[in-house]
């Protein structure tokens, strides 16, 4: 586990869409988290979460 204050917590929140990058941006699934609406990020969520419980179980 790295160290407190390293951005473990940032980047979850970043990988998830909850937070936006000041500069750059995050491409996942041929996506651009940082351009994409609050409508857009909720349904990106859903479907993020969806496939990783349905990979996991």
């Known amino acids: 586990m ?3 204050g390293s951005g473990k917590s940032t ?3 970043l990988l998830a ?3 936006k ?3 750059g ?3 996942i699934n041929h996506q651009i988290t940082s ?3 609050e409508n857009e990020l909720c349904f990106f969520r ?3 979460w969806v496939s990783y419980f349905k990979h996991t179980i």
């Open 17 to 19: 869409g909850l937070m």
């Open 21 to 23: 990058p000041t500069t």
């Open 2 to 4: 790295a160290p407190s």
């Open 46 to 48: 859903q479907k993020i």
């Open 25 to 27: 941006g995050i491409i």
């Open 35 to 37: 351009t994409m609406s």
């Open 11 to 13: 980047l979850l929140n």
